[in-house]
């Protein structure tokens, strides 16, 4: 493609010492190897769903206009091709090209794929693209999922979650035992060693089960998609949260696919989904701000976490790490490799951006 662009270039410029062009010389000198390459995409969110839905399109759409339609990129929503989890092994059997989706869905398949998702107390948004990109996380993601006939790009980030909306406020650790939450991922696994009980419920029958008592809790992700959901009408108290700080979003391709592409495609897919990476993070950031206003315009009540429920919880995470690592291998040996980026991150974060936010809004 950059060859094309130097050519194209090249012959304008040509054109222009000749003493002007007209359209049919431009095209003369225009070479177009007639490459048609279509990829089948698919995700785990409903079609046009907001920000993550919307960004997978827009990427489409910028991957087509990049390539002058050489590219082009058919997005199925969830359940139109393949079930909303099934696009991970449809992907890796090569069923459909990429998939759209977060990597804590898949720690069934491997454990250590929830530590690519984020884990709870860990990276921010920006803490987690700077171990992923310089940090030595995509290589290591693309090692494991590499053994599943894939690859993996960044496709997003839903930066910092909320903790959970609750019918009942929560004053103390023995509040939250025996209440069901639908939490899923290492979150959920903390908050049972807190007492709570983790139900997994698929998204369209939340809002019903918490109207219902049948759960008195859930999370979802932060304001701009929970308002949607519509849970600030039938649980009040909405928690700040430490369990998803930067959930990673991924664009992932199938291995052998990605491994035919010329080289000038895959630079292309890559720097546009580093593109659609960026922006959803500030999509979020756009869009949270507006609807936390509207949600306090609703009388919700903004909580954060009693100090006993947040030292509980850090202790539990230390338990989750040890029995996780204990069982696999993979996430013992990620678990090494992500503590000390993450570490060394917290002391610089704490020093720059946390210090600069209570001189801000203290
Ligand atoms: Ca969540």
Known sequence: MQRRVFLTTSALLGASLLGGCKREEKKSFYINRGRKIEIKLATSWPANFPIMGEGVEEFAKRVAQASNNEVIIKVFGKNLLVPALGVFDACSAGQIQAFHSGPYYWKGKNAAFSLFGGFPFGFTSNEMNAWMMYGGGLELWRELYGKYNLYPLLGGNTDVQMGGWFRKEIKSLQDLQGLKMRIPGLGGEVMAKLGINPVLLPAGEIYTALDRGTID??????????????????????????????????????????????????????????????????????????????????????????????????????????????????????????EPYWMQNRAWTKLGLKNYLKMRDG
């Open 217 to 338: 809790a859930t999370e979802w992700v932060g304001p701009a998609l929970d308002i949607k959901m519509g849970f600030y009408k039938v649980a009040k108290y909405y928690y700040s949260g430490f369990h998803e700080p930067g959930s990673v979003l991924e664009l992932t391709f199938n291995k052998r696919f990605w491994d035919t592409l010329p080289q000038e495609i895959q630079t292309l897919i890559t720097s546009l989904a580093n593109e659609m990476n960026a922006k959803m993070v500030y999509n979020f950031q756009d869009k949270n701000a507006k609807a936390l206003q509207q949600l306090k315009k609703f009388g919700v009540k903004l909580k954060e976490w009693p100090d006993e429920i947040v030292k509980a919880a850090k202790e539990a995470l230390f338990k989750v790490i040890e029995e996780q690592s204990s069982k696999s291998e993979d996430f013992k040996k990620l678990w090494q490799q992500i």
